[in-house]
């Protein structure tokens, strides 16, 4: 199964770049890499996807290496409402169906004044 | 707001009670899934459904019944059930089941049990 690693938590200031690592060194070839982003009691919403290379959208980015062990999760200018927890996911392709996303440990990301 | 509407957002039950979760979605979703978490844990998968078939159960027990009536409804009915199973019950939907088919989940039913 993949698994992923991330810092379990990281503090920041208004108005600086963000950049959370995510390590998945049993990434299979047909996996992407899922970012999500949580509230407390709210569910998981989807922030930004990517297979190799860069994936920029218009609230992030995301830079996948080339032996796509690890990626880079990019937060430009992050506000205090940026402030949630952070999952990187790999997903496990199920034979019968479906795709097993398993959720790593996440970062809690606090942005400050 | 959510594209993913579970109800009910609260619910209190005692040990003895029979009671459902419900999971709705109108994207045209092919694959659902239900999620338990526990505070300050992330979300630990329980089942899933690919074209309204259960294609896994992650070991989950008894007293927990998926249902899934047609592709845009999962249920899940509760039963005996024991106090640390109290958790933020979240369904998420995707369109395909495929890894590159992100997730979409409801804010969850939170789930007290005395």
């Known amino acids: 199964l993949a698994k992923t690693t991330q810092p379990i938590s990281m503090d920041s200031y208004e108005g600086q770049e963000v950049n959370i690592t995510c390590s998945h060194n049993?990434?299979?070839?047909?996996?992407?890499i899922t970012w999500y982003q949580q509230f407390p009691s709210q569910g998981p919403r989807f922030i930004i996807q990517g297979y190799k290379t860069k994936v920029t959208n218009e609230v992030a980015s995301l830079f996948i290496p080339a032996d796509r062990k690890s990626s880079t999760l990019s937060l430009p200018r992050v506000s205090l409402s940026d402030t949630a927890v952070y999952y990187c996911l790999v997903g496990d392709k199920l034979t019968g169906g479906g795709n097993k996303l398993t959720f790593g440990t996440g970062t809690q990301l606090k942005v400050e004044l | 707001d959510t594209e993913v509407t579970q109800t009910p957002k609260h619910l209190v039950m005692g040990m003895t009670n029979k009671k459902s979760l419900k999971c709705e979605q109108h994207?045209?979703?092919?694959?659902m899934y239900w999620y338990k978490q526990k505070a300050k844990k992330p979300p630990e998968l329980m089942f899933v459904y690919s074209y309204e078939k259960l294609s896994i159960n992650e070991s989950v027990p008894s007293r927990f019944s998926p249902e899934c009536p047609n592709s845009s409804l999962l249920n899940l009915h509760l039963h005996a059930l024991q106090p640390e199973d109290s958790a933020l019950y979240l369904c998420a939907s995707s369109q395909t089941g495929q890894n590159n088919s992100p997730l979409h989940f409801g804010n969850g039913t939170r789930l007290t049990v005395t």
């Open positions: 994207m045209g979703h092919r694959a």
């Open positions: 049993n990434i299979a070839t047909n996996d992407y």
